[in-house]
């Protein structure tokens, strides 16, 4: 028979004494980073080696003939169907399970296949759930407002023009087709010179969102929704559309996680949308992590829910290594616990309002650097993973190898996990690597201040790239999102 685990120690036991091989499968380590450190038997198989071999827990196979990737879903079927990877799982036991950041029906069907567990809710309910159309509508239930819209297929201008007028919209709107995050689908309209920029991309689909467009800040929260209710991790600032980060307006480039971040009542609504939500999700049959993106409207001080992503994502390094993660367990642990089959009790309302208390918020930001330049070229030298140290006169310098963000002791510190390396193709929208820093990396105005803009200027300063020689073709700019 098996023991019921009572409480937060009980469940920090059950993961340190781990059996069963967990692989986190994905182009990079970068959003369940730590993991490892938390449950034993916990690896990672990446695409991307981000450490040059010299992490212990993350494997990359050698490279073999594929098809070009279009999506992470195709690099994680590339990597359970290459014979290293195969063998590497086989190495560790029977009953392996596998988390991913995205995967689809043919991830699926691998698994099965090589006798692998998924640990997440099915591919097709995720891509229902992720669907934007149908978070407004799952929020709708719960009672979690979105921003004033319109859900509609929309022909023409003129026709955007009508269903604005019918739902109280003015010609100033912002338009989001179904999937895609980063700003890749998100079509800002004020004229029809706007549309006519954006029309192929917006025509074709069978409905798209048509909200009012707002001054608002961007904001993310995290949660995961299990048999005891939904735990619901801190409200996190958006940094979106930096032009020294991101070539996408209004694209995810960053996160700023600190006390003071948001008014009491912010934070205090957020929370309650969010449990709501959670809720909600696990009447349509969804139980795990998940994350909900927030507009506030500074002209009003609304919150409304933005969008939802049934996944890990790219806060979540923030989320898991969070003061309230140490102090108790990294939300990610209630996920793989959820999933576990493991008989479990616990307190959700005390913990929720434990993580609600200031003092369980710490200060840290991440900067994600794209490269932002409209030219392709080869990556001849990128600055290695590691911490790196800010000189007195703003000049950015490698200090030694680590893997662990915990490792930057101060300020005039940071981790740099390295995305794109050596040989690699450089283009518009690529992500060249993420930036962790103590502190904050915006204003009190909400843009980047000089200390981020020195840290960027740094890390870019140590890329260097040749030239394509031609006939060779490189990648389409921005074809591709892996975090």
């Not at 609600?356 to 930001?365: E, R």
């Not at 200027?457 to 006939?471: D, M, V």
Request: one cysteine or more; proline letters at 5%; glycine letters at 8%.
């Amino acid at each position: 028979m098996k023991r019921k685990l009572n409480g937060i120690s009980d469940i920090r036991r059950f993961f340190h004494r781990n059996e069963r091989p967990i692989f986190f499968i994905s182009a990079t380590n970068f959003n369940l980073l730590g993991m490892d450190e938390w449950v034993r038997n916990f690896h990672y198989i990446c695409y991307i080696d981000c450490y040059d071999g010299h992490h212990p827990n993350v494997f990359s196979p050698s490279e073999i003939a594929h098809p070009e990737f279009e999506s992470i879903e195709d690099i994680n079927n590339y990597l359970l169907e290459h014979k290293e990877v195969i063998d590497y799982i086989r190495s560790f036991g029977p009953n392996p399970v596998a988390v991913f950041l995205m995967f689809d029906e043919r991830t699926e069907e691998l698994c099965k296949e090589l006798g692998i567990e998924v640990w997440f809710p099915p591919a097709s309910l995720r891509s229902r759930c992720d669907n934007k159309m149908e978070t407004v509508r799952i929020g709708n239930k719960a009672g979690v407002p979105s921003a004033p819209n319109a859900l509609s297929k929309v022909e023409s201008y003129a026709h955007l023009q009508q269903i604005c007028a019918e739902h109280g919209l003015s010609d100033d709107v912002v338009i989001q087709t179904a999937f895609g995050d980063s700003g890749h689908t998100t079509f800002f309209i004020s004229n029809e010179d706007d549309w006519n920029k954006h029309a192929d991309e917006i025509t074709p689909d069978p409905e798209v969102k048509i909200m009012k467009r707002l001054n608002c800040r961007g904001s993310t929260l995290e949660a995961c929704t299990t048999s005891q209710g939904t735990i619901v991790g801190p409200l996190l600032t958006e940094v979106v559309g930096a032009k020294e980060l991101t070539p996408y307006r209004g694209g995810w480039c960053g996160n700023e996680i600190f006390p003071g971040a948001f008014t009491q009542e912010i934070r205090d609504k957020a929370r309650d949308y969010t449990f709501k939500f959670g809720e909600q999700l696990r009447k349509e049959g969804y139980r795990g992590y998940f994350d909900l993106d927030y507009l506030i409207d500074t002209d009003s001080g609304e919150i409304y829910l933005g969008e939802l992503n049934p996944r890990v994502t790219g806060a979540s390094s923030m989320t898991n290594h969070a003061a309230f993660a140490h102090a108790d367990a990294p939300l990610f642990l209630f996920h793989l616990l959820e999933f576990s089959g493991a008989e479990f009790e616990f307190d959700v309302e005390d913990l929720n309002a434990r993580w609600s208390d200031p003092d369980y918020i710490d200060s840290w930001c991440q900067l994600v650097i794209k490269h932002t330049v409209d030219e392709i070229d080869i990556v001849t030298d990128a600055p290695p993973t590691g911490i790196w140290r800010m000189q007195d006169d703003g000049s950015v310098t490698y200090s030694r190898f680590d893997y662990h963000r915990r490792a930057v002791s101060n300020e005039q510190e940071a981790f740099f996990l390295r995305i794109t390396g050596p040989d690699d193709y450089r283009y518009e929208g690529a992500d060249l690597g993420i930036l962790i820093l103590r502190g904050r990396s915006m204003t009190k105005d909400f843009v980047l201040n000089d200390r981020a803009r020195a840290w960027i200027k740094g890390i870019l300063g140590s890329y260097r790239g040749k030239p394509l020689q031609q006939p060779e073709v490189g990648p389409e700019a921005g074809a591709f999102k892996i975090l």
